[in-house]
């Protein structure tokens, strides 16, 4: 019985493990191209994320970040994530015109974006392209204004991210 369920945590673990280079063996030799907005994921600027909503770095969409990310005690986060152990920060956003904004992760962590304190629900999600590095995207319909942008749950000390408008 052991065995199995072993078996079964071991095969629902490869998916996410293969859509990080540093795991996957098949991406050592391979160079895959990133969809045109998320060109820039390669230039990661170093940046600190906050503890409490309004803080930490600003984001620009279109340039991509390396967030330097908090332990879990430290956070305030507001409203609470679903998981909120390990790692996390927040970082501000401004949105200058509407549409839909991809926020690209290169690790595993939770992301929300936030607005008058209250989460947004993503319009779209799922893993980024195999060997590529970015390993989760959520997408969300923004209109004009500031946002937060809440990470948690992060087993790393730092994450890769980007903000790309879509279309």
Known sequence: ??????A?????AAPALAQNPAHDPTCSN??????????GWSEQAPVAAGITAGGGASV??????LVSLHPANLLTLRPAPQAVTA???????TIDAPGTYR???????????????KALSAA???HGPKCTGVRKMVDFALTAG???IQLSGSEASSLALMVARLG
């Open 124 to 126: 779209a999600h799922g």
């Open 60 to 65: 620009v969409p279109g340039q991509a970040v």
């Open 1 to 6: 019985m052991r065995l199995a369920l072993a």
């Open 8 to 12: 079964t945590l071991l095969l629902a």
């Open 146 to 148: 500031s946002y937060t």
């Open 103 to 117: 926020v690209a992760l290169g690790g595993k962590a939770w992301v929300d974006l936030v607005r008058d304190g």
């Open 87 to 93: 790692n996390g920060g927040t970082l501000t956003l």
């Open 30 to 39: 391979v160079r895959v191209a990133l969809p045109p907005e998320l060109s």
